[in-house]
């Protein structure tokens, strides 16, 4: 038997969380406690996998608890770029906690970086976009290069986007201003004056920049060569996220909203701490 919803690992076993504990399980949205859920009531030889992002697999009624670990992971890893590690093996946690924010790397070294194709895939120099920052002063997304990025597409005509913002102030406040983090959020198909101003009656803070695109029908932005690119090879849905090392390589993405920002501080600052040599 198996659920899915979408790289092997096997870490030494943490006991801070118990195994019916559904809601210790980082990343899992409403949809993987479900299913985890349905992991602890399947038969003997399973394994339940996990990916950062939320991408999660389970197999049951295998051969052997190592024969499940296997089918689980491969099943996980068709469905994620992300690393996919075992979280619990039979009636036993066996999540590498320690190991967890550091699923990221390896990061790539300077030359690395340099040879790295530019497109939006794991791997990939991202696109360096022409913005303005929040003093409306033009730049350009290589300028925060030697800091790592969180590069979000939304808008305040998204139901999701609106959702998710209290959790991305809420990752603001406690990186702070020294972290070697920056927020880059921008708005699509809406101008920058209507973000600003729905952000300010949300009484949010974040560091919101501005795309460039002025209205509804506006489905272009400016890369820095003045080329347009087309929203959409940027961001399939809103909102989509992106987290840049510092060297502007593509190190996580995510698709939708995210539940639980937080559970992401980790990942930034082992980023911060590594990425960019």
Same mark, same amino acid.
């Given at each position: 038997?198996?659920?899915?919803?979408?790289?092997?690992?096997?870490?030494?076993p943490a006991l801070a969380a118990g195994l019916n504990e559904a809601?210790?399980?980082?990343h899992l949205d409403t949809h993987g406690k479900k299913g985890y859920r349905e992991f602890l009531a399947a038969g003997e030889h399973r394994a339940f996998i996990? /990916?950062?992002? !939320?991408t999660w697999a389970w197999k049951s009624d295998e051969v052997t608890a190592d024969s499940a670990t296997d089918e689980a992971l491969q099943e996980c890893q068709q469905q994620t770029g992300q690393p996919c590690v075992p979280y619990a093996v039979d009636d036993r946690v066996v999540f590498d906690a320690k190991r967890w924010?550091?699923?990221?790397?390896?990061?790539?070294?300077?030359?690395?970086?340099?040879?790295?194709k530019t497109g939006k895939e794991l791997g990939?120099?991202?696109f360096d976009l022409a913005i303005k920052g929040p003093a409306d002063k033009s730049m350009k997304l290589s300028d925060l290069r030697g800091k790592v990025t969180v590069l979000h597409f939304w808008g305040t005509w998204c139901p999701p986007c609106r959702r998710e913002m209290p959790e991305l102030q809420k990752l603001h406040q406690e990186l702070? /201003?020294?972290? !070697?983090?920056?927020?880059?959020?921008l708005q699509m198909r809406e101008n920058f004056a209507t973000a600003h101003q729905w952000a300010q009656q949300q009484h949010l803070t974040l560091p919101l920049h501005d795309s460039g695109i002025k209205d509804v029908g506006s489905e272009f932005l400016t890369l820095s060569s003045g080329k347009p690119i087309l929203d959409r090879e940027l961001a399939v849905v809103f909102p989509t996220t992106y987290v840049l090392d510092k060297h502007g390589i593509v190190v996580f993405s995510h698709v939708g909203p995210i539940a639980g920002w937080s559970q992401y501080l980790p990942f930034l600052r082992d980023a911060a701490a590594k990425s960019g040599k």
């Amino acid at each position: 038997m198996t659920a899915c919803l979408a790289a092997a690992f096997c870490g030494m076993p943490a006991l801070a969380a118990g195994l019916n504990e559904a809601e210790a399980v980082p990343h899992l949205d409403t949809h993987g406690k479900k299913g985890y859920r349905e992991f602890l009531a399947a038969g003997e030889h399973r394994a339940f996998i996990i /990916a950062p992002g !939320g991408t999660w697999a389970w197999k049951s009624d295998e051969v052997t608890a190592d024969s499940a670990t296997d089918e689980a992971l491969q099943e996980c890893q068709q469905q994620t770029g992300q690393p996919c590690v075992p979280y619990a093996v039979d009636d036993r946690v066996v999540f590498d906690a320690k190991r967890w924010p550091t699923l990221w790397g390896p990061y790539q070294g300077r030359a690395e970086a340099g040879k790295a194709k530019t497109g939006k895939e794991l791997g990939d120099r991202f696109f360096d976009l022409a913005i303005k920052g929040p003093a409306d002063k033009s730049m350009k997304l290589s300028d925060l290069r030697g800091k790592v990025t969180v590069l979000h597409f939304w808008g305040t005509w998204c139901p999701p986007c609106r959702r998710e913002m209290p959790e991305l102030q809420k990752l603001h406040q406690e990186l702070g /201003a020294s972290s !070697g983090v920056q927020l880059v959020l921008l708005q699509m198909r809406e101008n920058f004056a209507t973000a600003h101003q729905w952000a300010q009656q949300q009484h949010l803070t974040l560091p919101l920049h501005d795309s460039g695109i002025k209205d509804v029908g506006s489905e272009f932005l400016t890369l820095s060569s003045g080329k347009p690119i087309l929203d959409r090879e940027l961001a399939v849905v809103f909102p989509t996220t992106y987290v840049l090392d510092k060297h502007g390589i593509v190190v996580f993405s995510h698709v939708g909203p995210i539940a639980g920002w937080s559970q992401y501080l980790p990942f930034l600052r082992d980023a911060a701490a590594k990425s960019g040599k």
